[in-house]
């Protein structure tokens, strides 16, 4: 019988909700669902703080221990010695992991590290490089952060990007969604064009920038179709410590009656269900690696729009065709910010007026422009971002890292 071959996991705790926590969960599900008796899991699973913090066995071979944050160079050393991981693998922003990197020669005295990387813009980072060299495989769920690490480490990076699994987030019937609706907007708005925002109230969402575009949208709405039929569905924590009051500048804009706060964390059925009663799902991050929300926008035949920065460029636009999959929003101002870890790295922002008018254009489109766009959306996200597709990767790519790995060591002996 083949021993089975042992992950190391550091990255969020697979059962929480976050995006890279629950990317952690359908990788390794899919893993040990599609190659069964080949791997074993044992994941560190982080966050600031548990309400629980005992060991959690999903089964034999998935076994999760929630620590705050992501952990220390004696947890790893102990870790190490104790259960002799196969590979390490990494998932979150690399400045939560440089203590690990910087202690790489104790972990390569046991195995390989691997790293599920992103990075959201230009200019190329070059400043990361003692990070990628101390890494055996950098997978990249953007494409854009593939061109930069390929061009300089060719031998060691792949695209492997964020997936999610069909029964998650699909279309349902027009029947339901009319039902759906009128249970989530009320019987009073079943009408209304609904818009849906999925996201952290935090800066980098631009939140303040989404409520003023619709009160222009809703202003111009009532000037050219002479109503103001629609709403907007925002699926966040108004008052986020992270991000400003948006009940206040709800309020202060006057647009209180077309907002429905969606604050409570919920299931991913009722997801599914928010996108699926939504006519376009938008996002208009100055900063995005990824963006799963409007991924799962794209599953559900929803329309999005977002602008063409970080990873969410191949999303909205067509990576073979170059047709847009709902309304691609252009990057009109650019801004080079930095900090001491990050010294430089581009925001990209796409202007109110031109986040208004891609909704004016959504709208004028009518229903069944839409679902085409939709449709569109689906087939794309199905064939680009299909889960067995990047499942396959990482088993490829993580098994040929591990014989690879072992055969340098065993000939350097």
């Given at each position: 019988m083949t021993k089975k071959k042992k992950i190391l996991v550091l990255s969020?705790?697979?059962?929480?909700?976050?995006?890279?926590?629950?990317?952690?969960?359908?990788?390794?599900?899919g893993l040990l669902a599609k190659y069964p008796g080949e791997w074993t899991f044992r994941q560190f699973g982080a966050a600031v703080k548990h309400?629980?913090?005992?060991?959690?066995?999903?089964?034999?071979?998935?076994?999760?221990?929630?620590?705050?944050?992501?952990?220390?160079?004696?947890?790893?050393?102990?870790?190490?010695?104790?259960?002799?991981?196969?590979?390490?693998?990494?998932?979150?922003?690399?400045?939560?992991?440089?203590?690990?990197?910087?202690?790489?020669?104790?972990?390569h005295q046991v195995c390989p590290i691997a790293y599920w990387h992103v990075w959201d813009n230009h200019p190329v980072p070059t400043y990361n490089s003692v990070l990628y060299e101390s890494t055996d495989l950098?997978?990249?769920?953007?494409?854009?952060?593939?061109?930069?690490?390929?061009d300089m480490y060719p031998d060691k990076t792949n695209f492997v990007p964020h997936a999610l699994p069909d029964d998650l987030f699909f279309p349902i019937p027009e029947d339901q969604k009319k039902m759906f609706k009128e249970q989530v907007v009320s019987?009073?708005?079943?009408?209304?064009?609904?818009?849906?925002?999925?996201?952290?109230?935090?800066?980098?969402?631009?939140?303040?920038?989404?409520?003023?575009?619709?009160?222009?949208?809703?202003?111009?709405?009532?000037?050219?179709?002479?109503?103001?039929?629609?709403?907007?569905?925002?699926?966040?924590?108004p008052d986020d410590q992270e991000?400003?009051?948006?009940?206040?500048?709800?309020?202060?804009?006057?647009?209180?009656?077309?907002?429905?706060?969606?604050?409570?964390?919920?299931?991913?059925?009722?997801?599914?269900?928010?996108?699926?009663?939504?006519?376009?799902?938008?996002?208009?991050?100055?900063?995005?690696?990824?963006?799963?929300?409007?991924?799962?926008?794209?599953?559900?035949?929803?329309?999005?729009i977002a602008p063409m920065t970080g990873g969410q460029t191949r999303q909205v636009v067509h990576c073979k065709t170059g047709e847009h999959n709902g309304v691609a929003l252009p990057i009109e101002f650019q801004s080079l910010v930095g900090s001491q870890g990050v010294p430089y790295i581009l925001e990209d922002y796409a202007t109110n007026e031109a986040i208004t008018n891609a909704m004016i254009k959504m709208y004028?489109?009518?229903?069944?422009?839409?679902?085409?766009?939709?449709?569109?959306?689906?087939?794309y996200a199905r064939t680009e971002f299909g889960m067995d597709k990047t499942v396959e990767l990482w088993n490829k790519t993580i098994i040929d890292t591990i014989h690879n790995w072992k055969k340098a060591r065993k000939n350097s002996i």
């Open positions: 969020d705790h697979a059962l929480s909700t976050s995006g890279v926590g629950c990317q952690t969960r359908f990788l390794i599900e309400s629980d913090y005992s060991t959690i066995s999903i089964s034999d071979d998935f076994i999760i221990k929630p620590i705050d944050g992501f952990g220390d160079p004696n947890l790893i050393r102990t870790t190490l010695a104790i259960e002799k991981p196969d590979i390490l693998l990494l998932f979150t922003d690399p400045r939560f992991f440089i203590w690990l990197w910087e202690m790489e020669d104790e972990i950098i997978n990249c769920h953007s494409y854009l952060t593939y061109k930069f690490v390929n019987p009073e708005r079943s009408d209304h064009f609904i818009a849906f925002w999925v996201n952290r109230n935090a800066k980098r969402k631009r939140p303040n920038d989404l409520l003023w575009s619709w009160k222009i949208f809703m202003d111009k709405l009532e000037e050219k179709h002479g109503h103001r039929k629609a709403s907007l569905l925002l699926h966040t924590q991000g400003p009051n948006l009940y206040a500048a709800a309020e202060m804009l006057g647009i209180e009656d077309s907002i429905i706060f969606s604050p409570d964390r919920v299931e991913f059925e009722k997801m599914n269900i928010l996108h699926n009663i939504s006519d376009r799902v938008v996002n208009i991050s100055y900063a995005e690696g990824f963006g799963l929300s409007t991924l799962e926008a794209m599953k559900t035949g929803t329309p999005i004028e489109m009518g229903p069944e422009k839409r679902q085409q766009l939709g449709d569109t959306a689906l087939e």
